[in-house]
């Protein structure tokens, strides 16, 4: 796993990334730059180059790769604000950029304020695997491609709110989960129980048993809702179960060797909220 190397005083991680997240979403003050006489292209460039130019002047390793892709996340944040508001068919695009920006950084910032030791730059999320990957770059394509020969179907705008509420709902519900979680809440299925791991069974726990995956689950499509995309969204409401069913039967595993019949117990009352799975079976 991608480290941070030395460990810097504590909370100045999400400092550093809170303040270069925004400093990318500055990017909103773009227009201005070409109300002044730049080209849209000219602008861009050079302001792309100057904040890559500052980032490098302000930090060192490992301070700058936290500080580069925080500022990514910021300004992929502050074009899809721009995109929202533009009289095109792309400004539903430009909702799913804000959300898919804000997912990825408030993933690295609730792990740096709320687990400081299990924190890295894999907390970003961005590397999170080879499906993931493809399975984003295949929903951006079906976009463009549809949007090219049927633009209409991109302008549904009741559709496009509705997965809106979806990513919200399931943004909420999983940061929540994280919170609550505390220390006990890692992106990486844990194998071995920690002096500090307990089970917690209060808040969004007591409405469901896996409730990061839940909202992960529900933001995951909503994305392709809000895109209008019925092909990804078809294909990722099958990939996400098939995913999330593996992953809780894996957790489940672990959870019982840990805490036995205090989880069985907790299993018996609380669902998994994850439709059509009831997690890992026990033969009795």
Not at 64 to 82: D, H, K, S
Not at 124 to 136: D, G, K, P, Q
Not at 151 to 164: D, M, N, R, V
Not at 168 to 185: D, I, P, Q, Y
Request: charged fraction near 15%.
């Amino acid at each position: 796993m991608a480290g941070c190397a030395a460990r810097a005083p504590p909370g100045s991680e999400a400092r550093l990334s809170l303040a270069t997240f925004l400093l990318g979403a500055s990017v909103l003050a773009l227009p201005l730059l070409t109300r002044a006489g730049l080209q849209g292209r000219t602008a861009l460039a050079l302001y792309v180059a100057g904040l890559n130019a500052l980032l490098l002047l302000l930090y060192r390793p490992p301070r700058y790769q936290i500080a580069i892709r925080a500022c990514f996340l910021g300004f992929v944040f502050g074009c899809g604000m721009l995109l929202s508001f533009s009289q095109s068919s792309w400004n539903h695009f430009g909702w799913y950029m804000c959300s898919l920006s804000l997912f990825h950084y408030s993933e690295y910032l609730v792990t740096a304020v709320n687990n400081p030791k299990s924190l890295s730059l894999d907390s970003f999320l961005l590397n999170h695997s080879l499906e993931y990957t493809v399975a984003a770059l295949s929903s951006w394509i079906e976009f463009t491609l549809e949007n090219i020969f049927w633009p209409e179907l991109k302008q549904i705008t009741w559709l496009s709110a509705t997965g809106l509420l979806m990513v919200v709902f399931g943004e909420c519900l999983r940061k929540a989960a994280m919170f609550t979680a505390g220390s006990n809440f890692n992106h990486v299925v844990q194998n071995e129980k920690s002096e500090t791991h307990t089970l917690v069974t209060s808040g969004v726990y007591a409405w469901f048993r896996h409730p990061s995956y839940v909202g992960w689950f529900y933001w995951s499509i909503g994305t392709q809702v809000m895109l209008c995309n019925p092909i990804c969204g078809i294909g990722y409401a099958l990939t996400v179960w098939r995913f999330f069913r593996d992953r809780t039967e894996e957790e489940e595993i672990s959870l019982i060797h840990f805490f036995g019949e205090e989880y069985l117990e907790y299993k018996k009352r609380v669902p998994t909220g994850l439709p059509f799975i009831k997690g890992v079976k026990v033969e009795l």
